[in-house]
């Protein structure tokens, strides 16, 4: 069984403390789910958790061994979707799926992928003409190509149309069901089972300095 753990964490964003005293447990089988209003930290939380951002402060382990410095388990084992998508705007959908294959050096089944999610119309598309939506299961496409147990996605649902959620559901519960864990956030609660956290009140006064600010 695999575990994340968060150890009295703090995260920043431009010099000030967004978030503190985070503590959690993640597991193999779970899905948890990230709430908090806008600009709360919750992106700067999963940068952290993604192993891209150090935290301010407190320790993140995967098996019992801290993330940072680099962690070399914890870097195979997890994959990230943040806001950034990583798709080639002028590659169509189907040279897109390819170029990832060869980053990943995997061989790909580009018709099972592309059912999968939703996208074989648009298969010969380039991907600037894809909707928001569109663009975003392009980029999810990529969880699909290795056996990635830790899935960390950032507002994966947002933008995409129901019949793409009801697809990503489906992968998501996969996932999960062979021992997967994923750790999102989202201001929709899509999955049942989520076990969900509000950062809500792991927000500190600087917090809300910035939220007036924006």
Request: proline share 1%; with cysteine; glycine share 8%.
């Amino acid at each position: 069984m695999n575990s994340l753990r968060l150890v009295d964490l703090s995260v920043d964003y431009s010099d000030r403390i967004l978030l503190e005293g985070v503590n959690l447990d993640v597991t193999s089988g779970m899905f948890q789910l990230i709430t908090g209003s806008n600009g709360i930290g919750k992106t700067s939380l999963l940068r952290s958790l993604a192993g891209l951002s150090p935290p301010y402060k407190g320790e993140i382990f995967w098996n019992g061994k801290n993330i940072y410095p680099k962690n070399e388990e914890f870097v195979s084992s997890g994959c990230y979707l943040g806001h950034r998508l990583g798709i080639k705007m002028l590659f169509s959908v189907e040279e897109n799926l390819l170029w990832f294959s060869n980053i990943y050096d995997v061989k790909v089944n580009i018709d099972e992928i592309l059912y999968k999610i939703s996208l074989s119309k648009q298969r010969n598309i380039l991907a600037k003409d894809l909707s928001a939506g569109q663009k975003k299961l392009l980029a999810f496409s990529r969880f699909l190509l290795k056996k990635y147990k830790l899935w960390i996605l950032d507002e994966l649902f947002a933008s995409v149309d129901s019949k793409g959620v009801i697809k990503l559901i489906d992968i998501i519960k996969a996932h999960i069901n062979n021992g997967g864990m994923v750790v999102a956030t989202s201001h929709q609660n899509v999955y049942n089972d989520a076990c969900e956290l509000s950062v809500e009140k792991f927000k500190t006064s600087l917090t809300k300095d910035f939220l007036d600010y924006m």
